[in-house]
Structures are given as C-alpha cells and as structure tokens.
Nanobody
Framework: VQLQASGGGLVQAGGSLRISCAAS????????MGWFRQAPGKEREFVAA????????RYASSVKGRFTISRDNAKNTVFLQMSDLKPEDTAVYYC???????????????????WGQGTLVTVSS
C-alpha cells in the first residue's frame, strides 16, 4: 500500500487548510485511516482517525472542534480539514493505514502498518 500525502503549506494563525492522503490500494475502504503529526524536536502524536465506513471517528483533544477527518472511499482518499490553525499546529503531518487495528488502539502509531511520506504544515503567528 502506498500513501501519498499532499496539501501542506504556509498559513497564518486562524486560517484553514485541507490536506489529503491518496492510497494506491483499491481495497482502501477496508482500511482504518489515521493522521499523525510530528513537530520539530517532538515525538510523533496522534491527530485523528476514521473507520472504514466513516461511522467512527476519533480526535486528539488538542484538535477536537478545529479539525475534521473525512474520507472518500470511491477516490481512495482521506482528508483532514484544519481550521482555526495555531502556531503549535506546525508539524509534518503523516497519514497512516491499517486493516485490522481496533478502536482502542487508534492512537498508537505502532499499530499502523503503512505510512505516507508526510506533508509540512506551517502556521505563522
């Protein structure tokens, strides 16, 4: 499975940005998809995850209410709509995929088998 993240860039604080992750796998609809991020000098952290049919979604507390994860299984793509961005949201954002991960493990990066290359989001103050 190949994951290609895109859409990162420079945005001012308070602004919005949508990043995407396209999967090469036609069975995309069978995968749980997650977004993680890694800020300079920090460990990678969970941002959001969505199940196969978009019926279950989880967010990190730091982004809840500002970020929205969604997916389009027909286009093999998962999105992360980010609003009210803050300088502390600056990071490389990674998408991840796994076929068998359970809900309670969604926030554990070690449970995901496949990762995209990351896209940089920079929020200026």
């Amino acid at each position: 499975v190949q994951l290609q993240a895109s859409g990162g860039g420079l945005v001012q604080a308070g602004g919005s940005l949508r990043i995407s992750c396209a999967a090469s796998e036609r069975t995309f609809g069978r995968w749980v998809m997650g977004w993680f991020r890694q800020a300079p000098g920090k460990e990678r952290e969970f941002v959001a995850a969505i199940d196969r049919g978009s019926s279950a979604i989880r967010y990190a507390s730091s982004v809840k209410g500002r970020f929205t994860i969604s997916r389009d299984n027909a286009k093999n793509t998962v999105f992360l709509q980010m609003s009210d961005l803050k300088p502390e949201d600056t990071a490389v954002y990674y998408c991840a995929a796994d076929r068998s991960i359970i809900l309670s493990a969604w926030q554990d990066e070690h449970q995901y088998d496949y990762w995209g290359q990351g896209t940089l989001v920079t929020v200026s103050s």
